[in-house]
């Protein structure tokens, strides 16, 4: 198949990219590498798919792009560009996450409206359930984001969803828990975490570190997708979570272990639009899509601490 992946150049994007190719399809990328973090990450997240004979790499933005001839030779698109980060999405910040993760991927469903696209699958959050206590989180809960970022997602969800009902296009939607691994953004937790380990700083930490969530390892989140593109059924939604639920500091001490380094932590006032737990219902997937995690926390720490040592040395 010819599959198209928005945000290829990201972390998601580019490790889908690589198992796409491996598995022998054809991938068109796209990326406008979006200035929230360092080009430099992401042009090392392409090294290896340049290569590739079955990769094409756009460099455009979603919004200033003819979408329709974009899509016209495509059998499914992955659509994974979307401004990220919970923290940043206050206040005149909003207007970025309303173009990116609303309208772009408004005007991406719409351009596949007739064009016999097999499946879209379009990347949801965790972030759409908010800050509840009835865990796990599963595909039916009351959904009530926090976060303008978990607003904005959400309305893209529902977008997939409306241009299923109405025109036909098979979407699926697959709501990440807490993604980690190598090529993870240096905004991120465990990015950040490893780094200040490694350059013997402080970590901050915003709350009292009794926070949980289910963290999945990048490998895991591959495999959900990979599923969903074979035999997600149109329409539907789906978690796609690591099977067990971790405090940060948990993690802390994990890495102080694996490290064989002090862990400094600065604890700093819990931020607006974080939640305090996340546990990922992993039961219809399970069923639907035959997904079953397979990297434990530990071992998907211990990989992400040696890929940061190695960028980190060079």
């Known amino acids: 198949m010819k599959i198209l992946i928005t945000g290829v150049a990201g972390f998601i994007g580019s490790h889908l990219a690589e198992a796409l190719i491996g598995q022998g399809h054809q991938v068109v990328g796209i990326d406008n590498f979006m200035d929230y973090y360092p080009r430099r990450f992401k042009?090392?997240?392409?090294?290896?798919?340049?290569?590739?004979?079955?990769?094409?790499?756009?460099?455009?933005?979603?919004?200033?792009?003819?979408?329709?001839?974009?899509?016209?030779?495509?059998?499914?698109?992955?659509?994974?560009?979307?401004?990220?980060?919970?923290?940043?999405?206050?206040?005149?910040?909003?207007?970025?996450?309303?173009?990116?993760?609303?309208?772009?991927?408004?005007?991406?469903?719409?351009?596949?409206?007739?064009?016999?696209?097999?499946?879209?699958?379009?990347?949801?959050?965790?972030?759409?359930?908010?800050?509840?206590?009835?865990?796990?989180?599963?595909?039916?809960?009351v959904l009530s984001p926090v976060s303008p970022y978990g607003v904005s997602k959400a309305a893209g969800e529902y977008l997939a969803y409306l241009y299923h009902k109405n025109f036909g296009v098979p979407t699926v939607a697959l709501r990440f828990f807490t993604v980690y691994g190598p090529r993870q953004r240096p905004d991120m937790a465990f990015h950040r975490f490893c780094k200040a380990i490694?350059?013997?700083?402080?970590?901050?930490?915003?709350?009292?570190?009794?926070?949980?969530?289910?963290?999945?390892?990048?490998?895991?989140?591959?495999?959900?997708?990979?599923?969903?593109?074979?035999?997600?059924?149109?329409?539907?939604?789906?978690?796609?979570g690591g099977g067990s639920r971790h405090t940060l500091n948990e993690i802390l001490e994990a890495l102080h272990r694996i490290s064989g380094r002090p862990v400094r932590v600065d604890y700093q006032p819990v931020q607006k639009g974080d939640v305090r737990h996340t546990s990922a219902s992993l039961e219809k997937i399970k069923k639907e899509l035959g997904y079953d995690p397979q990297v434990s926390m530990l071992e998907g720490l211990e990989r992400e601490w040696e890929w940061v040592r190695e960028l980190y040395s060079q």
């Open 43 to 141: 042009e090392k997240n392409l090294e290896g798919l340049r290569s590739q004979p079955a990769f094409e790499f756009i460099e455009a933005d979603l919004l200033d792009t003819d979408l329709v001839a974009l899509v016209k030779p495509l059998d499914s698109v992955v659509h994974l560009a979307a401004q990220a980060g919970v923290r940043a999405s206050w206040g005149e910040n909003f207007r970025t996450y309303s173009d990116n993760n609303i309208l772009a991927t408004q005007q991406l469903l719409e351009a596949c409206r007739g064009e016999g696209i097999k499946k879209f699958v379009y990347a949801s959050s965790s972030s759409l359930y908010g800050d509840t206590d009835d865990l796990p989180m599963r595909e039916e809960s």
């Open 198 to 240: 490694l350059q013997q700083e402080p970590l901050i930490v915003w709350g009292d570190g009794e926070q949980s969530r289910d963290f999945t390892f990048i490998g895991d989140i591959i495999q959900g997708c990979l599923r969903a593109l074979e035999a997600g059924r149109a329409g539907n939604v789906y978690n796609i």
